[in-house]
């Protein structure tokens, strides 16, 4: 995002520039040519703002999606690992029941 805003000012000073060489800004010098050029800029910004507003969107979505399987992830390694341990102390209980079997 800082780079896009970085480009966009260096875009503003060279419009500014070549504002300035081509009518001294001066009102009376503008033509129809500038408020063409400058209705130009703004849709070309408009297009490229939608366009990296769009894929940043997508980036961010993703990546809360690969947060929220994770989390899932931990989840279920939690569960397992607490079935893994049921499992192990009743496989010990058993152990000792069939060492000590009871008349």
Same mark, same amino acid.
């Given at each position: &995002?800082?780079?896009?805003?970085?480009? +966009? !000012? %260096?875009?503003?000073?060279?419009?500014?520039? $070549?504002?300035?060489? =081509?009518?001294?800004?001066?009102?009376?010098?503008?033509?129809?040519?500038?408020?063409?050029? &400058?209705?130009?800029?703004?849709?070309? +910004? !408009? %297009?490229?703002?939608?366009?990296?507003?769009? $894929?940043?969107?997508? =980036?961010?979505?993703?990546?809360?999606?690969?947060?929220?399987?994770?989390?899932?992830?931990?989840?279920?390694?939690?569960?397992?690992?607490?079935?893994?341990?049921?499992?192990?102390?009743?496989?010990?209980?058993?152990?000792?029941?069939?060492?000590?079997?009871?008349?």
């Amino acid at each position: &995002m800082k780079s896009l805003s970085i480009t +966009g !000012l %260096i875009l503003l000073a060279v419009s500014a520039l $070549l504002f300035y060489l =081509t009518t001294d800004f001066a009102v009376e010098q503008i033509k129809i040519s500038h408020i063409m050029g &400058m209705m130009a800029g703004v849709g070309i +910004g !408009l %297009i490229i703002g939608g366009l990296v507003g769009y $894929l940043s969107k997508g =980036t961010a979505i993703r990546e809360e999606q690969k947060k929220k399987e994770f989390k899932q992830l931990q989840k279920d390694k939690e569960e397992l690992e607490k079935q893994a341990a049921d499992i192990a102390q009743r496989q010990a209980e058993l152990e000792r029941q069939n060492r000590n079997p009871q008349i």
